[in-house]
């Protein structure tokens, strides 16, 4: 019997605990042994590797986070730790890894896997920024994107009734992602990410027609990347003549019970990925394009720049000009 370890790396999402279930799950149905590695790459190089069952992930299904934890590791970047993290999965007989992270996670695993050719790895695109270069969906984007629709809902109660504009800062690291889908699924007025150069003064004009049409509130979403939430929030007071509020989502974001569809994601992520790893893929991404799975190396998508779909900037671009 093969053993087969999982790891999460970088920014947890929801939807990794479902991953974990249908990871200890389908190795089991795949005559593998799991295994579970806590606190991502550090547990790694920490040796925190243990045999996992079905009794570890009973009732974690829909619990955001993860529950063998994640982490950034520095150590990780170094030679003589990712030597000791081979070391420890030779140790254990680990035959198959699969990581669950973002771009810097795959670029770790990229180098492990350079380093240890008798080991098989595959990664999952696990981040709510939605940025990996190769797929169009990430674990855990649709749970981050109900949480920020709740959060701007909510707000929207409150700004309606105090006559006031609120700039929503909204995660997604250098990618607008999020934002853009926040801005356009909420009915924000105002959306400022870092792929749609934009014109204050073609929003004042806007915004001042409308507030003499009677308009007394606004909404603008900002990507965290463009760090200006208080130079925009001053903007509405100064330029438009209405009280403002700036509102972080911050972590907030990252959690909440995982929707459906991160949940079958999840499922279908782990059962790709186990799946290539056993027909001898070594060294791959698992991808959602099109509506289907696929493998892609993880050279063509650990170093390339992810780019929002034409489509849906299309839709991002008639902000500031037509609202
Ligand atoms: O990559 C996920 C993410 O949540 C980004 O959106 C954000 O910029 C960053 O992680 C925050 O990192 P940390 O949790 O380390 O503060």
């Known amino acids: 019997m093969k053993n087969i370890a999982i790891l999460c790396s970088g920014g947890d999402v929801s939807g990794m605990n479902a991953a974990l279930k249908r990871f200890v799950e389908y190795s089991f149905a795949k005559g593998l042994t799991p ?13 925190k590797i243990y045999q996992a069952g079905y009794s570890d992930v ?5 619990r955001g986070g993860t529950k063998i934890r994640s982490s950034r590791s520095k150590r990780f970047r170094e030679q003589t730790y990712r030597k000791k993290a081979i070391d420890n999965l030779k140790m254990h007989n ?87 889908v926040s801005a356009l699924t ?12 934009y014109d ?30 208080g130079t925009i929030s001053q903007w509405f007071e100064k330029e438009i003549g209405i009280e403002s509020r700036v509102m972080s989502l911050g972590h907030i974001q990252r ?7 991160d949940r079958l994601m999840a499922f279908h992520f782990i059962t790709h990925a186990i799946d290539g790893l056993l027909e ?7 991808c959602y394009n099109t509506g289907g799975f696929n493998h892609k190396k993880i050279e063509d998508v650990a170093f390339k720049k992810y780019k929002i779909n034409p489509s849906l900037l299309k839709l991002g671009q008639e902000y500031g000009h037509t609202i």
């Open 186 to 197: 909420s009915g924000a007025e105002m959306c400022l990410i870092p792929e749609i150069p």
């Open 94 to 180: 680990i035959s198959y890894l699969v990581v669950l992270g973002g771009d810097g996670s795959f670029k770790g695993m990229q180098k492990l896997s350079e380093e240890s050719e008798e080991i098989g790895f595959s990664a999952i695109p696990s981040t709510i920024d939605n940025d990996i270069a190769g797929t169009d969906y990430c674990l855990g984007v649709d749970t981050a994107l109900n949480v920020i629709k709740y959060s701007i809902d909510s707000i929207r109660d409150t700004a309606s009734s105090f006559s006031r504009a609120f700039v929503i800062e909204v995660m997604g690291r250098d990618c607008g992602y999020l934002a853009l």
């Open 280 to 286: 001898g893929k070594k060294s791959a991404v698992v």
């Open 58 to 62: 009973s009732g974690i299904i829909s």
């Open 200 to 229: 204050l003064e073609s929003y004042k004009e806007n915004f001042q027609g409308q507030m003499k049409d009677g308009r007394g509130y606004f909404i603008a979403v900002v990507s965290e990347a463009m760090k200006n939430a």
């Open 35 to 47: 295994y579970f590695i806590d606190n991502g790459y550090e547990g790694l190089i920490d040796n």
């Open 255 to 261: 959690g909440g019970n995982p929707t459906v569809y």
